[in-house]
């Protein structure tokens, strides 16, 4: 009948303590569509449409989806490709909590930004089942390059990218264009994040291993010690400060770093800094396991010290580090980390967490008393959304926000295990560890997603996020 619209669906997640960044309560929320519509201490069921569905929370928590802010689905590297694909990837992140990710477009050097983000974007459309938004990372600075971000920027919403002063003569950029970079980002509203060691250093610290014949994996993190980390955030702060650029360092894994940027924000650098949950977790003894194992546990920067994961802890407590993210780079063990067997150095480097973060999170931070529901919450949700302008459509629980929702039982117990991943890789990194939680419903835009653990959503409903420019 004209003029007769239906009405949107109408969920009520009932009884659960709802968390958000700044503390949690008891409340129902009430889900219109793909919208939060009300959030109140004890609503009326029977005041609702009659096919309302209802959620009991009961002795649950309830969290707003989770964001992770640094991901690889799509990632030719190190002369092969990540495991997971985005059906695979967006399958794990749901059942973990994760109802959007921020993955980085990691072209090749001669590659333009519009092309590259054209195929990434067309890939994720395709079968991401989360939301789903980019870093676009850039590899050549030039006029071609310059005007393409512009355009990305200005249509798409594009307004993060990414640089390596890492992966010597692969994918960093030298220092003038770097710069050249940043003082761009600063105009545009354009947010940098970076993954930062010295390159130079690096290299010259893998070839003297590899002439002393020290091959094997436990080799990786002392060709990449931590003072090679804290100089490469030393560095880059520097940049961002003499441009006014925003920086944000990515997968941030030890105290000297942590130092070096507090030490560039009391100079007037404004930088953010993040951490993954490898680092977090495991430690570097995780690479000298026998018969090769220790190369599932390669990546860049390194696995440190159980003292560089108390330091990271700590800073999450304190907030001075602002997000956790996971990284996942995944790369099969079977096929994929044996390419290393010769030389540590042609191990592919990454470890898939998109499935375990929260858990781990949760476990480790939480449970362990390091750090509260709300902490956890603002770095693993609300803080991404802040600092990569999706807040408040993400990154809370609050009437106006995209219905993005988990639900989770706080009691649950068991280990992590291969068994229980839903992407695509051959090992779990977390095998065997203590886990306490588990995502039991999600809702993406007030579609349930996830039920009882197991994401149910078909591939390709998720959907790209143009996102606000920086203003400060
Ligand atoms: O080891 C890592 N982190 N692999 C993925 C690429 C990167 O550096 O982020
Ligand atoms: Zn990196
Ligand atoms: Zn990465």
């Known amino acids: ?75 030719p590297f190190m002369g092969t490709n990540a495991a997971d694909d985005h059906d695979s990837a967006s399958r794990a992140a749901l059942a973990g909590g994760t109802t959007t990710i921020i993955e980085m477009i990691c072209p090749g050097p001669k590659d333009e930004p519009l092309a590259s983000f054209e195929e990434w974007h067309t890939r994720a459309a395709a079968s991401s089942r989360c939301d789903f938004a980019f870093h676009q990372a850039v590899v050549r600075w030039d006029d071609l390059a310059k005007s393409q971000l512009r355009e990305l920027v200005d249509t798409q919403g594009q307004t993060s990218v990414k640089v390596f002063l890492a992966y010597k003569g692969a994918l960093d950029l030298p220092d003038a264009q770097l710069l050249e970079l940043l003082d761009f980002s600063a105009q545009e509203g354009v947010i940098v994040t970076a993954h930062c060691e010295n390159a130079d250093a690096v290299a010259y610290m893998q070839a003297r291993l590899l002439a002393e014949g020290k091959t094997g994996p436990e080799w990786h993190e002392p060709s990449r010690p931590t003072c090679v980390e804290a100089d490469g955030v030393q560095h880059f702060a520097t940049c961002c400060q003499l441009t006014g650029a925003h920086g944000y360092v990515v997968h941030t894994s030890c105290r000297a770093a942590l130092e070096q940027a507090a030490r560039a924000r009391k100079r007037g650098a404004n930088i953010q800094v993040e951490c993954v949950v490898p680092h977090l977790v495991l430690d570097d003894s995780c690479t000298h396991r026998p018969n090769f194992e220790g190369a599932k546990f390669v990546m860049s920067p390194p696995l440190r010290t159980f003292a560089d994961q108390q330091a990271l802890w700590e800073g999450l407590a304190s907030r001075e580090v602002a997000t956790i993210g996971t990284d996942h780079a995944p790369f099969h063990f079977a096929t994929q980390k044996v390419m290393g067997r010769e030389r540590f150095t042609a191990i592919p480097n990454g470890i898939g967490s998109i499935q375990e973060r929260i858990d781990l999170v949760h476990t480790y931070g939480v449970c362990a008393g390091r750090l509260t529901y709300a902490a956890m919450v603002d770095a693993c949700s609300t803080q991404v959304a802040r600092t990569f302008g999706l807040f408040p459509r993400k990154g809370t629980i609050a009437p106006g926000s995209d219905a993005d929702i988990v639900v989770y039982d706080p009691a649950r117990r068991g280990t992590f295990r291969h068994a229980d991943n839903q992407g695509a890789l051959d090992y779990c990194a977390y095998e065997g560890m203590e886990r306490i939680g588990a995502t039991e419903t999600v809702l993406r835009r007030g579609e349930v997603v996830v039920e009882h653990g197991r994401t149910i959503a078909p591939p390709g409903g998720g959907r790209y996020l143009r996102r606000e420019r920086r203003t400060s």
């Open 1 to 75: 009948m004209p003029g007769l619209m239906p009405r949107p669906r109408t969920c009520l997640i009932r009884g659960g303590a709802v968390v958000n960044a700044d503390g949690e309560r008891r409340a129902d929320v009430l889900v219109e569509g793909e919208t939060i519509v009300l959030v109140e201490a004890e609503l009326d069921a029977r005041a609702l449409p009659p096919n309302t569905r209802v959620i009991d929370a009961s002795g649950k928590l309830v969290f707003p989806g989770f964001i992770d802010p640094h991901v690889h689905v799509h990632l």
